[in-house]
Structures are given as C-alpha cells and as structure tokens.
C-alpha cells in the first residue's frame, strides 16, 4: 500500500464523494463498504413484487445544489439527469380542494413575490418576512416557535418545507437550519431550483458513475467489509479491524468514516452524534400506462403522503416525519396513499395497483435544534480520523446536498 493511501469506511453519498475528490487529487483510495452494493441511504434495487427496478426513496435535487452538480459533474454523470429548465413547484390542498403553482423568479430579486399567481396560495408578500425571522431566530427556536402558525403562509409553506427538506415536523425543526437552507435556495432565485431527476434511478445516476471514477483513478471499492473497530495509537488510527484480521493504517495514511451517525458512534463512542432519528416512507405504484407527463411531481396538503412523483412505469410517494405511519397495516396504508393519488393526479384507478411500501425507520436525524448541537466538524482528536456524513456539521440537512458537501470537506481535511 502506497504512503499517503486513505482508507474511506462507507460507500454512501458522503464516502463516495469523498474518495472521488481524494482521487482526483492524486491520493491512493480504498473504500469500504459493509453491504453488497454502494449507495447507501440513497440508492436503487430490483424489487421483486413490482418486477422492475424502484429507488429507495424519492430524492430531488435542484440546480442550485452547489456540491451536488460538482460532484455530479466529476463523475460525468450530467447526461443521466433529466433538467427541468425552469422552477415550478406544483401544490394541491386535497382537504380545500385548491391548487397553485410556486413559481419564483430566475433571478436573485424575489420579483415573484410581488406577484399573487407565482406565491403560495392565500399568502401575501409580508407574509415572506418569516424567512429573515428564521434566518435570525436563537439556535434554541423551533420554526412553530418563530413564524406566526395561524397564517396560511405556515401550513402550506414552511410546514411542508420543514418536513420535507428538514424531515421534521415544524414545531420540532430548527428555525436557524430552515432559514438557513431557505437563504441558500429560495434566496438564490429560480435559477437555483430547476428540479432535476435521473432519469433511471439514483444508484445509474450518482452511485455507478462514482464508482467507476474511482476505479478510473486507481481507487478500489470493497464490499462486504463491514468495520468492527479501530485501534488507536496515542493521536492516530493505527488499525481497522474487519473482522478478519487487521488492516494496519500506516504513518501518512488517512482513515476517512462516512458511516451512520449511531454506527459512527459505535466505533468512537466519544464522538458527539444526533441521537433522534425520523422516519421516511415512499410508496411504489407500478403503473405501466401512466397517462400524462413523466418526471413530473405534486406537492399535497392534508393527505397522507406529502409528495407524488411520476417516473417512468412507476408512480412514488414520500411521506416524511413518518414515524406515525411506520405501524399502519401496509395495505391500509397503500390503499389511503393510492387515493390521495388518485384525487391529486384523478388518474381513476380504484383498486391500488402493484405496490410496495418502504419504511426507512431512521431515514434522518430528527433536525431539531437540540440534534444540531451534536453534530460533529471533519476532525476529531485523532489527527488521521476523518469524519463524513449527513449528519456531521455540513449547515446543511440531512441531504444528499449535506452527504456529498461533508465528503468534500472531509476530503479536503485529509489532503492537509
Ligand atoms: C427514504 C429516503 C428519502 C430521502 N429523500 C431525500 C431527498 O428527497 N432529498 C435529499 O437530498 N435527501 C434525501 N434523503 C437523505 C439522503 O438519502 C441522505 O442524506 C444521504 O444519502 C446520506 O448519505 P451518507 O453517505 O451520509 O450516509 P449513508 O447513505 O447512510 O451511507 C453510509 C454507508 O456506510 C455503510 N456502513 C455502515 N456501517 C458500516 C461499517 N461498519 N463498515 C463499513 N460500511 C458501513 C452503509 O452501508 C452505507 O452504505 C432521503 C433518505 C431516505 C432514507
């Protein structure tokens, strides 16, 4: 093993990113991967009862990802997207029965807002002032504890965005980390959320092409390698322990973990890590006929899934902060989803079709402000341990945006 050679544990967004930097930069990689494939929390499989390949969950990206279009762009993954040209978010309140379209201005001047058809129904421009409160609230504020909650503005935008960007409900969720995220998309103008979509599926989009970069740089990719422990040295990591032996972490070599939060914890317990996590569930409908356009989705309010996407053969939804959905009868559940569906999209199809329901019980850390405090830099107290994830201190959510952000900064730790 060259000198210099950096050992990435965990091929999820956060150790690929990582291992695909460190390998352009000239260094020696080798990642480690406990399951049978990479991709981690954000990847696509065969599923057996819908008969065709699904993602694991719904995941949006938009234009405006900085980390993510660069790392999309490193591995040459451009062309497996499909871009949208323009930022259109498209909502139905299903207990109102109402709809509208978000639609911000490209621009970095919120001219949208002076304009009633392009803003969140029922809300007025004042109402848009809650973002400077978020952005300034005490790193103690709930978003419920900050904006006013009897204002339209509330339920149909900052609710919905803090679950679905914060995967928290809003009297729960940071008011700092909402402001934050908003300032760094909305506060960017429309030409920073053009939503883009693979075209196949996560894994052909951001999972494959890294690999091969990385194997493109002389980098290896080793699965079923789950670590069990390391073995410390006074100020560095010596050893990794996989169970077969170790691997000894020679002078000048890196060890980079983009493992879990509670996995990271386990194998550095003095490590400071969130503790709460918050579920996700995505319901697959196999729809071979699917009438109008595909790559398309659907806010909704008041039903049981927040989103729908359209893809190809195949109708999703998210329900995020879903922990009261993880004990309802999957059928019960399939069917109530596939109705709101059906009363979104009125697609007629009584009876659910083929469907799978997937329940990811710790999709996220919960993004309270008491969570926040937890999460760790890229250093730790050992001077060749390196820390990756969603959940280490990006000033992002648990993202891919925040994944791929904490494996470049990790990176660029370990180059000095
Ligand atoms: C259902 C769902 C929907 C989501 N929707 C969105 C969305 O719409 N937009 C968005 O931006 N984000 C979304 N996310 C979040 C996003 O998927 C994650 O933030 C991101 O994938 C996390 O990447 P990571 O590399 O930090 O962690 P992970 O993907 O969890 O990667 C960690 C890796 O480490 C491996 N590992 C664990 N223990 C060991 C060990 N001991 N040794 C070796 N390897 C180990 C794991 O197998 C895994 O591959 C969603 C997540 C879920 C679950």
């Known amino acids: 093993m060259k000198s210099g050679t950096v050992h990435v544990i965990g091929a999820g967004l956060a150790g690929l990113a990582a291992a695909v930097r460190l390998g352009q930069a000239g260094r020696e990689v080798i990642v480690y991967e406990a399951a049978g494939q990479a991709g981690g929390r954000c990847r696509s499989y065969f599923d057996e009862t819908l008969g065709c390949r699904i993602d694991n969950g719904n995941h949006l990206l938009v234009s405006g990802n900085t980390a993510a279009m660069a790392y999309v762009a490193e591995i040459g993954a451009a062309a497996t997207f499909e871009a949208t040209d323009r930022a259109e978010y498209n909502f139905v309140d299903l207990e109102k029965d109402e709809r509208w379209s978000v639609r911000p201005t490209e621009g970095r001047v919120p001219w949208w807002l002076f304009l009633p058809h392009r803003r969140v129904a029922g809300t007025a421009f004042f109402d848009y002032f809650d973002a400077m409160r978020l952005m300034q609230a005490p790193a103690t504020a709930t978003i419920a504890q900050t904006v006013n909650t009897g204002r339209a503005i509330y339920r149909r935008l900052w609710a919905p965005l803090a679950v679905a960007a914060l995967n928290t409900d809003a009297d729960l969720a940071s008011a700092r980390l909402m402001g934050a995220l908003?300032?760094?998309?909305?506060?960017?103008?429309?030409?920073?959320?053009?939503?883009?979509?693979?075209?196949?599926?996560?894994?052909?989009?951001?999972?494959?092409p890294a690999i091969a970069a990385i194997h493109a740089k002389g980098g290896e990719v080793r699965f079923a390698q789950r670590l069990r422990g390391l073995r410390c040295d006074g100020d560095r990591v010596a050893a990794l322990d996989f169970g077969r032996g170790e691997v000894a972490v020679g002078e000048g070599e890196t060890?980079?973990?983009?493992?879990?939060?509670?996995?990271?914890?386990?194998?550095v317990p003095e490590l400071s890590a969130p503790n709460a996590f918050s579920a996700i569930v995505n319901a697959h409908f196999r729809v071979d006929d699917l009438p109008g356009p595909t790559?398309?989705?659907?806010?909704?309010?008041?039903?049981?899934?927040?989103?729908?996407?359209?893809?190809?053969?195949?109708?999703?939804?998210?329900?995020?902060?879903?922990?009261?959905?993880?004990?309802?009868?999957?059928?019960?559940l399939a069917t109530a989803i596939w109705r709101d569906v059906n009363r979104a999209y009125g697609f007629g199809h009584p009876p659910p079709p083929a469907w799978r329901i997937v329940r990811e019980k710790r999709a996220t850390f919960a993004a309270t402000p008491d969570q926040l405090r937890r999460r760790p830099g890229p250093r730790t107290r050992w001077r060749n341990l390196m820390l990756a994830g969603d959940w280490t201190d990006t000033g992002w959510p648990a993202t891919i945006e925040g994944a791929i952000r904490s494996g470049f900064v990790a990176a660029g730790a370990a180059l000095k």
Not at 194 to 204: D, Y
């Open 182 to 208: 908003f300032a760094d998309t909305f506060g960017r103008g429309g030409a920073a959320l053009h939503p883009i979509f693979p075209k196949e599926g996560l894994s052909e989009s951001l999972v494959a």
């Open 255 to 267: 060890v980079l973990l983009a493992v879990t939060a509670p996995v990271a914890q386990d194998l």
């Open 295 to 332: 790559y398309n989705f659907l806010g909704l309010i008041g039903g049981t899934a927040d989103w729908i996407f359209l893809k190809p053969g195949i109708i999703s939804t998210t329900t995020s902060a879903a922990d009261r959905l993880l004990d309802r009868d999957p059928e019960e």
